[in-house]
């Protein structure tokens, strides 16, 4: 502890982000050494920094005017809109020297364990912002947090009634980085975004001449395309990975919910209406007797479940998880085949009738079941039949005898 003054100094100083207890009395000690002029003149900017400097009153940003000197630039392009967190995160990017276009500062990020709403950022000067119609274009350029990505997909839903084309920034491999030490997150993500920027757009209908808002939405749609087409062989082939039932439990756990989530993303989009009234011929249906007998051998005594069909008339029904998961493959198998010739819209067609109709109610269940024979697992929870218990009930009735 110091006297007076210079004390006082250093707790000050210790309040600034990033500077501890340590570096504070280093600093406060380099002024105390300073030459009087440079530290008035640090004293002159600090008190000139505050009286001067306001935020943007178009989009938030640092400036001395009512508007910072970006908005006020009439080189940039005011159709394209990049949307960040910080003022901070402007710099940043204007220091690449790519993009031309404008900034809109939401002076955070959703999070609600600090008590940070969509009420407490700019999101409701930004809509109104996008009112004119001049803007066509939203860049999201959020933290790739979790903060991030829940402002991001906040604003990607209110932004869609718009009709405008809301993206994202790319995630990936950095420049020099080596694949061995990339996390699974960060190169999958290169993954999806390196296929989508090499993807070609198809002809016709969903090419080119579409408005910004389809190509998005067909964009999309491929990728659902793509993620069944990933998870089908690998729901096929998980039963042959596994080398014990146990370790099949948690593999088709894994695949059934990764399907059911593309199956949930497919489903909340716009309603396909098939173009004629009988599907169209694509070839014979895949034999999957040999995954439902794989699995009903693996599964064994676990193979067999009951579950609610419908909450709202509920009727308990008894089923196979074998019979289940190769109806599931069955059914994703089938748009597959209409996807994989080119006809797109029959495929999405098939898979949210399917999702909704069916494979949807039986990849929920699915993973319910299959969800607690993992917790009985881990748990050390043993399973005991209907039988046991009503068993073990007679025994306590009867004083710890044998039941009758």
């Known amino acids: 502890m110091y006297e007076g003054v210079v004390q ?11 500077v501890g207890p340590k570096s504070a009395q280093r600093i406060a000690f380099h002024l105390l050494q300073a030459d009087p002029t440079d530290v008035k003149r640090l004293a002159d900017v600090l008190v000139e920094v505050k009286a001067k400097v306001k935020f943007c009153n178009t989009c938030f940003n640092v400036a ?36 031309r276009g404008r900034y809109h500062v939401l002076g955070g990020a959703i999070s609600p364990i600090d008590g940070i709403g969509p ?17 066509t274009e939203v860049i999201l ?20 009634p718009l009709g405008l084309r809301v993206t994202r920034l790319a995630s990936g491999l950095p420049v020099g980085g080596d694949l061995e030490y990339a996390d699974e997150v960060t190169l999958g993500r290169a993954l999806q975004e390196g296929g989508q920027r090499h993807e070609r757009s198809p002809p016709g209908p969903g090419g080119a001449g579409l408005p910004p808002r389809r190509r998005e939405r067909d964009r999309a749609v491929r990728r659902g395309g793509r993620d069944i087409g990933a998870q089908l062989p690998r729901l096929a082939a998980g039963d042959r990975r596994a080398g014990d039932p146990g370790q099949a439990v948690t593999l088709l756990l894994l695949q059934i919910s990764e399907i059911s989530l593309v199956g949930a993303r497919l489903g909340v989009q716009r309603d396909f209406a098939p173009r004629e009234k009988y599907q169209p011929d694509v070839g014979p249906d895949a034999d999957l007797d040999s995954l439902r007998l794989r699995l009903a051998g693996l599964l064994g005594n676990v193979d067999t479940m009951s579950y609610v069909f419908d909450p709202y008339q509920p009727e308990v029904v008894e089923s196979q998880l074998s019979d289940d998961v190769a109806g599931i493959a069955s059914d994703l198998e089938l748009g597959l085949r209409h996807y994989r010739s080119g006809d797109v819209e029959e495929a999405l067609w098939w898979w949210q009738f399917s999702y909704v109709s069916s494979w949807g109610t039986l ?28 068993e073990a009930a007679a025994a306590a009735l009867d004083g710890g005898g044998a039941p009758a």
């Not at 006082?8 to 990033?18: F, K």
């Open 141 to 160: 350029a959020t933290d790739p947090n979790l903060e991030g990505e829940a402002t991001a997909t906040y604003l990607t839903r209110m932004l869609g």
């Open 64 to 99: 001395e005017d009512d508007q910072c000197r970006i908005c006020r630039d009439p080189r940039r392009d005011p159709t394209v809109l990049c949307v960040v967190e910080e003022y901070k995160d402007v710099v940043a990017i204007e220091r690449t020297r790519e993009f």
């Open 363 to 390: 990849a929920g269940a699915a993973m319910k079941a299959l969800l607690s024979v993992v917790a009985h697992d881990r748990l050390d929870v043993e399973i005991e039949s209907e039988h046991d218990q009503i």
């Open 8 to 18: 006082d100094l250093i707790d000050e100083l210790g309040r600034l982000p990033g």
């Open 119 to 135: 009420e407490q950022l700019h999101i409701k000067e930004l809509l109104t912002r996008l009112g004119d119609g001049a803007v």
